[in-house]
């Protein structure tokens, strides 16, 4: 069995910056793509961004040159560095694996965290 857990969350000030974390538990050989979603109060959840197992990286043009994802394969570990928020980056963030395999070969897929709240004030 896996899980990811996210951590990091708070509240922030407009114009401060939070290091979201998303760590993989179990015997983790490699993970695939992850991608951080986030989702409002009221509203459907929205796709952030996205991390390759090759480091490649996308963001939705909102938080283009304020957020930035990386990782570290050693730790099992997705970060998203998120600076210069606005209260409208106000979100409960969650991370995805496309794929996660373990030590004996088996594969999970689609693998979400429990998510972490993000609160940025005005």
């Known amino acids: 069995q896996v899980q990811l857990a996210e951590s990091g969350g708070g509240l922030v000030q407009a114009g401060g910056s939070l290091r979201l974390s998303c760590a993989a538990s179990g015997s983790i050989i490699s993970i695939d793509l992850v991608s951080w979603y986030r989702q409002a109060p009221g509203k459907q959840r929205e796709l952030v961004g996205r991390i390759t197992s090759a480091g490649g990286t996308n963001y939705m043009n909102s938080v283009k040159g304020r957020f930035t994802i990386s990782r570290d394969n050693a730790k099992s570990t997705v970060y998203l560095q998120m600076n210069s928020l606005k209260p409208e980056d106000t979100a409960v963030y969650y991370c995805?694996?496309?794929?996660?395999?373990?030590?004996?070969?088996?594969?999970?897929?689609?693998?979400w965290g429990q998510g972490t709240q993000v609160t940025v004030s005005s």
């Open positions: 995805n694996a496309d794929s996660i395999t373990t030590a004996g070969s088996r594969t999970y897929y689609n693998t």
